[in-house]
């Protein structure tokens, strides 16, 4: 059973420009969530698919965030006219979807650097 | 070592002692609890939860005990290893709210 793979796990750019981070879950978790973590803090909740649905984003989000889960399995981060604050470690986790209250399981994360 | 009760943001344990890790969580809706260990560079690590409905789960050297009353949540390792050195983090969750909420780390040192 492989773990939550996410790429790249750096990446560097300049202000203004577009990232997009990936995120394959563990197989079988239908449940995807992603979150935002900085220096000397805990991870703060970004977003959560259930499946290929959306079903919660935070006011963390703004509009220049957008994520999607296209078929179910894997999902992507898009960034668009990155800034300054943006700098961050992207973790991307899933958990199964049987029944509520199941350990979100991370993967080690995209570190964004802004220039 | 061991800092009962309070959280601390950093706690220095010597090799072969018992560490106990606080956490106070601010939601008494919460019914779910989760302890992760996060490496440098790394993703955090599920360690050990806990559900509402107890009060102690024991893991392999670990134990996690919950307090609803005073919402308090610990972690204690046995036998600390200088593996175990990292950051911890409790998380909580609400039922039917699938988001974790996490608290502040306490980063944790073993001296050899």
């Known amino acids: 059973d492989t773990g939550v793979s996410q790429d790249p796990r750096h990446k560097i750019t300049k202000r203004g420009q577009n990232v997009t981070f990936r995120c394959d879950p563990i197989?079988?978790?239908?449940?995807l969530y992603w979150y935002r973590q900085t220096l000397g803090q805990g991870p703060e909740f970004l977003t959560y698919?259930?499946?290929?649905?959306?079903?919660?984003k935070s006011r963390l989000l703004s509009d220049r965030f957008s994520a999607e889960r296209p078929k179910g399995s894997f999902s992507t981060l898009e960034i668009q006219r990155t800034e300054q604050g943006d700098s961050a470690m992207y973790l991307c986790?899933?958990?199964?979807?049987?029944?509520?209250?199941?350990?979100?399981?991370f993967g080690d994360g995209t570190r964004l650097s802004i220039l | 070592g061991e800092s009962v009760g309070l959280h601390l943001p950093t706690l220095s344990v010597q090799e072969g002692d018992n560490s106990i890790i606080n956490c106070a969580y601010s939601?008494?809706?919460?019914?779910?609890f989760i302890w992760y260990k996060q490496e440098s560079g790394k993703g955090p690590q599920f360690i050990i939860d806990?559900?509402?409905?107890?009060d102690k789960r024991q893991g392999q050297r670990v134990t996690v005990l919950l307090n609803k009353t005073v919402k308090h949540l610990s972690l204690q390792i046995a036998a600390t290893q200088p593996g175990d050195s990292a950051v911890y983090f409790c998380?909580?969750?609400?039922?039917?709210?699938?988001?974790?909420?996490f608290g502040a780390g306490t980063t944790v040192t073993v001296r050899a």
């Open positions: 986790a899933s958990s199964e979807g049987a029944v509520s209250n199941q350990p979100q399981h």
């Open positions: 197989s079988e978790h239908n449940r």
């Open positions: 698919f259930q499946n290929e649905a959306q079903l919660e």
């Open positions: 939601n008494s809706a919460s019914d779910y």
């Open positions: 806990i559900r509402s409905n107890m």
């Open positions: 998380a909580e969750n609400i039922v039917d709210d699938y988001k974790l909420s």
